[in-house]
C-alpha cells in the first residue's frame, strides 16, 4: 500500500516532442536536434548540418570575445568524422541573437569566393585610391582607382602590392582610436570599418608584399617596352609599401638600413642584402634578396626603369595618364593653398647649411673621413635641395615679414627629395656622417600628413628617424643642431594629444 500511494505521489512525467527528422549530425551525437535549419546544436559548435543544401553557404558569426568550453561541447572532431557533410564554415562579424542573427549570409554558391581578397580590393577601390591619387585630381584618382586594378589583372604583382597596401591601409585605420580618420577616407563614399584586429591585416600585407615583390623580381630580370609601365608602377607600390609597413628595425634609416661597427664602418643588417660597391643596396642588387625590407633605397627603382625606357613607352596604356605635363605653377606656398599651418624654418636650415659650409671647408671634426671636395659635397648638396622644397611648402620669410615663394614648381612635392637623392648621400648616412644625418633629420620634419597629402602611410617615420639621429649624435657637438626636430615631433604630439602608434620591425 505505501509503495502504491509513494508512486501515486510522484510528479507525472512531462510530454515531450520527439525528434524523428533531426540532421544525422545530432543522431551521430546523440543529442536531440530542434530540427530548425540549420539546427542550433550544429550552429552552437560549428558542425555541418544536413538539414541546409550542400549548396548552401553558410558564415557563422564570431564571438566577440574567447569563451570556456560550455557543458556538452562535443570532445570528439566531429567536422573530421562527418567529412562528407560541408566543412565547418569560417567566423566573420557578431550576431546578437541566439540564431537567426547568428547566421549572417545565406546564398547558394558552388563555387567558393576569397572574401578576404574581395575585401582588400574593395577598400582599395574605395577607400586607399583615394590617399594615393587625391580626391582634388579625378585623372589620378581614376588612375588609382580603374587602371591599376585593370594593370594588375593581367600582372599579378601588382595585384598583390594593390591587396598588400589595402591591408596596410586597413591595419591603420584599425588602429585608429575611433575606428576611421575623415581626413584618410573619401566622405562622399561609405567607408566600411575595419573587419579584423591590426596584427592580422598586417600579417596578410606581408604575405602580399612578399609575394608581390617575388613577381616583380622575375619581370625585372627581362624588361621589356611590354612589362616596363607594370615594372615602373610596382616599383612605386614598393616605395609606398616600404613606408607603410614603417621602420623593419632601429637602425633603418629611410634611405638605407645598416649596423655600425666600432671601427666606424657599418655592414648589412640583412644577410640577405646586397649591396654596391659603395655598400648602398640598390633595386638591381637587392632584387635576389627575399626580404622586401631589403630594397633600399627604394626610390631609386623608379628613376632607374624611367631612365631606362622613354617617356613614350612607359607611359603608354594604362599609364598615359601618369603624363599630365609640367606640374602647376605655384602662386603661393603651398600651406597657404591648403591651409595647413606655417613653419618657421629659415633660422634652423639655414643656421644648419652654414655649419655644413664650415665643418665641409675644414674637413671638420667628424667621426668618419670626408673625401669629397667643399664643392661637390653630397650632404650641402642634399641640403640645398631640401631647403628648395621648404620654400616652396612654407615660402621664406623676407626681412621686412613678407613670405615669398619661388623656385621650380617640382619642389611642392617631398618625395622629390628622395626621387632626386645621390648614392653617395645615402653611403654617407650609413656611415652615421653627423652632417649627413643632421639633413636626414630636418628632411624627416616633413614627414607628416599635412606636407605629404593623405599620407597614412609615412606615421611613425618622422618620430623614427629624428629620435634614432638624436642617439647617434648624443655624445657629440652636433647635438646641439637636433633640438629643432626634436621640438617639432614635440610639438605635434601636443597638439595631437597621442603618441605615435607605428610598429616597429
Avoid at 617575388?214 to 609606398?240: E, H, K, V, W
Wanted: one cysteine or more; proline letters at 7%.
Amino acid at each position: 500500500m505505501e509503495s502504491a500511494s509513494s508512486c501515486s505521489a510522484r510528479k507525472p512525467i512531462r510530454p515531450h516532442r520527439k525528434s524523428r527528422t533531426g540532421c544525422s549530425t545530432c543522431k551521430r551525437r546523440k543529442v536531440k536536434c530542434d530540427e530548425e535549419k540549420p539546427c542550433s546544436n550544429c550552429v552552437r559548435f560549428d558542425l555541418p548540418c544536413n538539414l541546409v543544401s550542400d549548396n548552401t553557404h553558410l558564415q557563422y558569426a564570431s564571438p566577440s570575445t574567447t569563451t570556456r568550453r560550455g557543458r556538452g561541447r562535443p570532445r570528439k572532431t566531429w567536422t573530421a568524422v562527418l567529412s562528407d557533410r560541408p566543412s565547418a564554415l569560417v567566423a566573420a562579424g557578431d550576431g546578437s541573437s541566439p540564431l537567426a542573427s547568428t547566421i549572417l549570409d545565406v546564398t547558394v554558391d558552388p563555387t567558393p569566393i576569397n572574401v578576404d581578397h574581395a575585401e582588400l580590393l574593395l577598400h582599395f577601390v574605395s577607400t586607399t585610391a583615394g590617399t594615393l591619387g587625391g580626391h582634388e585630381c579625378p585623372r589620378m584618382l581614376r588612375f588609382w582607382m580603374h587602371n591599376v586594378p585593370h594593370i594588375g589583372l593581367s600582372r599579378s604583382f601588382v595585384l598583390h602590392f594593390v591587396l598588400a597596401l589595402a591591408a596596410f591601409h586597413l591595419a591603420y585605420l584599425s588602429n585608429q582610436e575611433i575606428g576611421v580618420d575623415e581626413k584618410d577616407v573619401d566622405t562622399h563614399h561609405a567607408v566600411m570599418r575595419p573587419r579584423r584586429r591590426r596584427a592580422e591585416y598586417l600579417a596578410v600585407a606581408q604575405e602580399h608584399l612578399t609575394a608581390g615583390v617575388s613577381g616583380f623580381t622575375s619581370q625585372l630580370s627581362r624588361p621589356s617596352p611590354d612589362n616596363c609601365g607594370a615594372l615602373y608602377l610596382g616599383a612605386t607600390m614598393i616605395s609606398y609599401c616600404t613606408f607603410a609597413d614603417g621602420p623593419s628595425s632601429r637602425e633603418d634609416l629611410l634611405v638605407c638600413t645598416g649596423i655600425r661597427r666600432g671601427d666606424g664602418a657599418c655592414e648589412s643588417e640583412d644577410a640577405g642584402m646586397m649591396s654596391d660597391d659603395n655598400g648602398v643596396s640598390s633595386p638591381a642588387a637587392a632584387s635576389s634578396s627575399s626580404s622586401p625590407g631589403a630594397w633600399m633605397p627604394f626610390v631609386s627603382g623608379v628613376r632607374l626603369i624611367s631612365e631606362t625606357f622613354g617617356s613614350d613607352v612607359l607611359f603608354a596604356g594604362p599609364l598615359k595618364p601618369l603624363v599630365s605635363g609640367p606640374p602647376p605653377i605655384l602662386e603661393g606656398p603651398v600651406y597657404a593653398r591648403d591651409g595647413f599651418p606655417r613653419l618657421d624654418w629659415e633660422e634652423a636650415l639655414d643656421g644648419l647649411r652654414g655649419f655644413i659650409v664650415g665643418v665641409v671647408a675644414s674637413d671638420g671634426d667628424t667621426s668618419t673621413s670626408r673625401d669629397t671636395s667643399p664643392t661637390h659635397d653630397p650632404s650641402l648638396e642634399a641640403l640645398d635641395k631640401l631647403i628648395g622644397i621648404y620654400q616652396a611648402i612654407y615660402g621664406r620669410r623676407s626681412p621686412d615679414g613678407e613670405i615669398k615663394c619661388d623656385g621650380p614648381p617640382q619642389n611642392q612635392f617631398v618625395f622629390g627629395w628622395l626621387y632626386c637623392l645621390e648614392l653617395e648621400f645615402a653611403r654617407y648616412v650609413r656611415r652615421h656622417d653627423p652632417c649627413a644625418l643632421l639633413v636626414l633629420a630636418h628632411f624627416a620634419v616633413l614627414l607628416e600628413q599635412n606636407t605629404v597629402q593623405g599620407g597614412w602611410y609615412v606615421e611613425g617615420w618622422r618620430e623614427h628617424i629624428i629620435a634614432r639621429v638624436g642617439e647617434v649624435l648624443a655624445d657629440s657637438h652636433f647635438s646641439e643642431w637636433m633640438h629643432w626636430p626634436m621640438e617639432q615631433v614635440a610639438h605635434k604630439r601636443e597638439r595631437d594629444g597621442r603618441p605615435s602608434h607605428r610598429h616597429q620591425g
